[in-house]
């Protein structure tokens, strides 16, 4: 990439400058009776996370792909903070000499930047900066960096109206997954397909990683539990791109009506199934790290119970516990607090009693253990399980199953079959093998 994606050098000591600120399976993958055969994690795995391949080019990284797509045409953008182009090799001279740096920047500023007119922005979950808790309203509102309105898509304005899409002749995509099927991106992309097919507008998606696209494990969503954290029929980790997973809402006529949203992906390069990747920005405020998004899986199911997952602390979804644990069987420690993207933590300013999962190795497949000892270890009361686990689990099944003192082993069993099903199908829209 040359100097030329610039409009002038003014400009790059000015994205530069902006950027410091802003910087404070596939066909071989296998259902497996003997969960000892399930395929391991081939990356090299760190204290803080997994390695990056930095052969991978991003989506977003191909302007060459997707400018001319939007060139003289009315956009609108599904972003937040973690929708950045890497503008790579950049060179400029100081005290006489030539430097190279990497310059990173939101892919609303780079558009812009481009002279792309961008009408609206639309934001999911968390909002558009990613600065809001779970479960949070976001409102709408300008965005005070470009000026550009905001359409929060989280809240009752789930799906944009007839009237908010007005005008946007093509609309992108560009959000970081983590492939679990109750984190709500995925959820925002199929109301966006919905609309855009409903009102004519193709949509165009910048795919980025699967950070837990190398295994699909857990139960079916059944369709009487559909909700916003689970609107289709897949397992809890679904092993898909933002990209593949768009091809598969599209095959499978999940749309309102059976309709197709007109859909183009803009691909990665170098990128497979079972290529390690690191996050560069955090996906949500309270995934901060590597550790925490191997582990959201498996235990964002303490959402659905009286225990907390780490909400208030610096260790989300990297530890467990609550006050009434035994402190004889659990002896780590943590007391939640107030923070950003937990401002109403559960156990807030109460000291709980727990595990610590942080040196805990790379999960390929999801963990209940841990879920099943905290029940037992609470004396496996009848209000252990509130109804939001349910709507996590997508079926009363596993609920059932923990209550009657299944293993791990054995409730797992009893999704093989489905999980076989499942992946045939999946193959069908896999992008990357």
């Given at each position: 990439m040359t100097l030329t994606v610039f409009k002038n050098t003014q400009f790059l000591w000015l994205a530069f400058t902006i950027l410091t600120c802003f910087s404070c399976g596939s066909q071989n993958e296998k259902i497996n009776n003997n969960e000892e055969d399930i395929p391991?994690?081939?990356?090299?795995?760190?204290?803080?996370?997994?390695?990056?391949?930095?052969?991978?080019?991003?989506?977003?990284?191909?302007?060459?792909?997707?400018?001319?797509?939007?060139?003289?045409?009315?956009?609108?953008?599904?972003?937040?903070?973690?929708?950045?182009?890497?503008?790579?090799?950049?060179?400029?001279?100081?005290?006489?000499?030539?430097?190279t740096i990497d310059l990173k920047?939101?892919?609303?500023?780079?558009?812009?930047?481009?002279?792309?007119?961008?009408?609206?922005?639309?934001?999911?979950?968390?909002?558009?900066?990613?600065?809001?808790d779970a479960g949070e309203l976001v409102k709408d509102g300008i965005d005070t960096k470009t000026g550009l309105p905001i359409i929060s898509l989280y809240g009752k304005n789930k799906k944009p109206s007839k009237e908010q899409l007005?005008?946007?002749?093509?609309?992108?995509?560009?959000?970081?997954?983590?492939?679990a099927r109750f984190y709500t991106y995925i959820s925002t992309l199929h109301y966006m397909m919905e609309a855009c097919a409903e009102n004519n507008i193709p949509l165009l998606i910048l795919d980025r990683p699967n950070p837990n696209g190398h295994y699909i494990d857990g139960p079916i969503l059944e369709t009487q539990h559909k909700s916003f954290i689970g609107m289709h029929?897949?397992?809890?980790?679904?092993?898909?791109?933002?990209?593949?997973?768009?091809?598969?809402?599209?095959?499978?006529?999940?749309?309102?009506?059976?309709?197709?949203?007109?859909?183009?992906?803009?691909?990665?390069?170098?990128?497979?199934?079972?290529?390690?990747?690191?996050?560069?920005?955090?996906?949500?405020?309270?995934?901060?790290?590597?550790?925490?998004?191997?582990?959201y899986p498996s235990l964002c199911f303490f959402e659905g119970t009286p225990l907390s997952a780490g909400r208030g602390t610096e260790m989300q979804f990297q530890v467990f516990g609550a006050p009434n644990l035994p402190s004889e069987q659990y002896d780590f420690t943590f007391t939640p607090q107030s923070n950003e993207g937990a401002k109403y933590p559960k156990f807030k300013n109460q000291l709980c009693y727990g595990k610590d999962l942080r040196n805990n190795k790379h999960l390929d497949k999801l963990n209940l253990e841990w879920l099943i000892e905290a029940y037992v270890s609470t004396g496996k009361k009848k209000g252990f399980f509130t109804p939001f686990f349910t709507k996590l689990a997508g079926t009363t099944k596993l609920q059932e199953q923990i209550e009657q003192g299944f293993t791990y082993r054995e409730i797992r069993k009893t999704w093989l079959k489905d999980l076989e099903e499942y992946d045939r199908m999946r193959q069908k829209y896999l992008i990357y093998k």
């Open positions: 391991k994690h081939t990356s090299t795995t760190l204290s803080t996370g997994v390695r990056n391949d930095k052969n991978i080019v991003m989506g977003a990284n191909q302007y060459e792909a997707y400018l001319p797509l939007l060139e003289g045409k009315k956009v609108g953008v599904v972003a937040n903070q973690s929708s950045i182009v890497s503008l790579h090799s950049i060179s400029h001279y100081e005290n006489g000499f030539e430097e920047l939101h892919l609303v500023d780079y558009l812009k930047n481009q002279d792309i007119n961008i009408q609206k922005v639309f934001a999911p979950e968390h909002g558009f900066r990613g600065k809001a007005k005008e946007i002749e093509i609309m992108v995509f560009d959000i970081q997954d983590v492939g029929p897949v397992p809890v980790v679904h092993g898909m791109t933002i990209g593949e997973y768009a091809q598969m809402i599209n095959g499978q006529k999940w749309l309102k009506n059976g309709a197709t949203c007109d859909l183009t992906v803009i691909k990665m390069k170098n990128y497979t199934h079972q290529t390690s990747y690191s996050l560069p920005v955090k996906p949500s405020p309270n995934l901060p790290n590597d550790v925490a998004i191997n582990l």
